[in-house]
């Protein structure tokens, strides 16, 4: 008998099938027992019938315990009245391993026991909505930039130079040196792009940050972009596409996902392009208007970003920061040297930010004099400074956070159940 | 004036557009001046034609050098003698910046010299080709997976227990304890394994290896699918398949790239399912007659690989090794319990292993036994041992080498070239 999955069921409609899993729920009424088999592809009922209370698959019915796995073989039957609208009447049933005391009921658990059962915590419904969603959210991104005639340039984890000061890194030795782990692929990303045009890198990030919010992992996945000869517009403008082209994906491919999540579609079907644009000198004295305590030159902090996200049901692009607060690689403005030409998007509802980037510095000299001005060693960025010296032109790019994309298109609040295994302050198990 | 690739240049036949480049090469011909512009996605050839010597736009020729940067404005002609049989008509060029001096010229340099350039060595068109190939093959494990009902889940890089042995491991601290870098998902894989049914993980990998050959990098890229009621016949099927995918897809796509390389399509077109199975105890009196000094019990190295890999132009697929020398998860044959039902795909043409997997134990006891047999943790792998209590059932599941798969499809020998910053012993810049 064929092994199919439950996904692939409507399929199979009047044939004899196998499907192998695991049981989700089981109930019984009268001369028929309800079996809810999960494969991991979704939830089918199968349908155990008899007049003979001692029929031999009645007594595995009632062996059977939540999470125990079997292999269960039968026809498949449409039945409006089923989940999903097939069932499956048993013919046969191999019990492969009875789970005793599973420990996670249907009763409430809290968060803290949910976390340290999270290798079992996936196998639950709204969990593995999150996690399809992420799924999806990824395939989206790269097919954008693949079918945009970016290349993937996998840039290293394992980097010799603290970038962005040490205080976040993680290092570990290398041999006869020390290593530290990547915070961002983009100083990479700027010799790609310089020798193949338009590219992205995808990988895991790490910040050793000592905050402990709904929003930060330790070890998160980023993508970065990168175009040689692009500006910051160029740079808001492909952020823009994206972040439609992910709703768009999410809200087609993911439609079962976001009713499991009881997430309201029309909250992300309303986003439209432009995203509403602010510079930073516009943005502080409306924040302050709404109760901010920033002062001009402050960055801005989580009560901001939700200020910010209540100005529009889309996005909004705050730009031209101050360059002190900024990386030290950021394009400052002509006009305007003391701001730099960097961007960040801010997801509606409270989301946060989820795109950071803007054009980078391409004249040597000025490289050179932020390098001094950050104390940076230069030997460790003599590669970096080359990319200055042989065919240098304006580039711009940007990272976006898988998570908080996630977490945003799932309309989950903490960020902690958009990754399998989340690594978070303290917390490393499993 | 329209922005346009060097790939996309077919589509603008006689239009006017604008391409952002370096300067490749440049010759000129009596009233001719050729300037070779590449892009990133393509080289161009555009033409200066003037009677006048004291053009102006023949002064701007006589200035460019090797890797300048510079925008050119012209008409797109079709021209069958041009590379790729377009060409632009010159109309105008602004020049972004002039390289003086890069490093990499046309005559020859040593490996050390363009590793230690690699930022710039990328820009060459071997190593473009090279990586164009890899970005490809990335894309191509993707679509199959994704193809095929997979479901991408993430694994964790730092992970707090050593899983293999602690000497090649590289470790951080986190917070107040120690963490490892990952050698591998599987683990983690087999928890999404059975909430998903069907899952990969594809994330970069560290082994802090002291060996230094063209096979080996201390970071690499690897997918590791894993199959919840599986077997070992399944995992090779899967492997076999995945491996002709790519091949399949490095044919269609990347003719452009393999010819670059020299690489003869040929050795890859051959390659048909099934591939060749032998089992370790018929492989070790083969290899021993053809001059392996390798006993029964030891692992297959480097020589044995070669060797294998002369006996069909297929992937050779090794199965049924002694237990000992295999992971501790490894599910034991019924009749012959020291042995272990893994495999190695062993690539044609020397290129060695490159895919390693098979059945897991699913049997709580016996796993239990093994992990006090290696000496292993208990308590880092108690959410393990959950997988074998909650719903156990036999899965199976293996690991792909990406660079190992470039470096095969490309042709060429050293690894290193597979990857856009390869980490070496002792070598960590640029």
Not at 2 to 20: L, M, N, P
Not at 29 to 42: A, C, E, M
Not at 201 to 225: D, N, Q, Y
Request: glycine share 6%; proline share 6%; hydrophobic share 35%.
């Amino acid at each position: 008998m064929k092994w199919v999955y439950v996904e692939d069921i409507a399929a199979y409609k009047d044939k004899d099938v196998e499907v192998r899993g695991w049981v989700y729920n089981k109930r019984s009424s009268g001369k028929v027992r309800f079996i809810l088999v999960r494969d991991g592809t979704g939830i089918l009922q199968t349908t155990i019938f008899s007049a003979d209370e001692s029929h031999p698959l009645f007594g595995k019915f009632d062996e059977l315990t939540q999470e125990s796995s079997l292999v269960v073989r039968g026809r498949v039957r449409e039945d409006k009245r089923a989940p999903g609208g097939f069932e499956l009447t048993v013919q046969d049933i191999d019990i492969l391993q009875i789970a005793r005391d599973y420990p996670i009921t249907p009763k409430e658990h809290t968060t803290p026991f949910l976390m340290e059962h999270r290798h079992l915590w996936l196998r639950s419904r709204k969990q593995h909505a999150v996690l399809q969603v992420r799924a999806e959210v990824i395939k989206a991104i790269r097919d954008f930039f693949d079918g945009r005639g970016f290349r993937l340039m996998d840039t290293p984890i394992l980097t010799p130079s603290a970038c962005e000061g040490t205080t976040t890194l993680f290092e570990t030795k290398y041999f006869d040196q020390m290593a530290y782990l990547s915070q961002s692929g983009q100083l990479y990303n700027e010799a790609t792009a310089a020798a193949f045009g338009k590219v992205y890198c995808f990988g895991p990030t790490f910040r050793a940050e000592k905050s402990k919010t709904r929003r930060h992992l330790i070890e998160f996945w980023m993508v970065e972009p990168e175009v040689a000869f692009a500006t910051l517009d160029d740079a808001i403008d492909l952020g823009t596409d994206l972040i439609l082209f992910i709703i768009e994906r999410v809200l087609t491919d993911c439609r079962a996902d976001l009713e499991e999540l009881e997430r309201d579609p029309k909250l992300l079907e309303r986003i439209t392009k432009p995203f509403p644009r602010m510079t930073y000198d516009e943005a502080v004295p409306q924040l302050q208007a709404k109760g901010s305590l920033m002062k001009y030159g402050d960055d801005l902090g989580a009560p901001e970003e939700t200020l910010i996200s209540e100005l529009s049901p889309n996005p909004v692009c705050i730009t031209h920061f101050p360059a002190k607060i900024k990386a030290f690689y950021m394009q400052p403005d002509a006009t305007r040297p003391d701001l730099a030409l960097g961007v960040d998007f801010m997801a509606p509802e409270s989301y946060g930010e989820i795109i950071g980037g803007g054009q980078r510095i391409h004249d040597l000299e000025l490289l050179e004099q932020r390098i001094r001005e950050y104390n940076l060693p230069r030997e460790a960025y003599e590669w970096y400074l080359d990319l200055r010296k042989y065919g240098s032109c304006p580039h711009a790019g940007f990272g976006m956070g898988v998570e908080r994309t996630v977490s945003w298109m799932c309309g989950i609040k903490h960020i902690r159940e958009t990754i399998p295994f989340p690594r978070l302050l303290y917390k490393i198990y499993p």
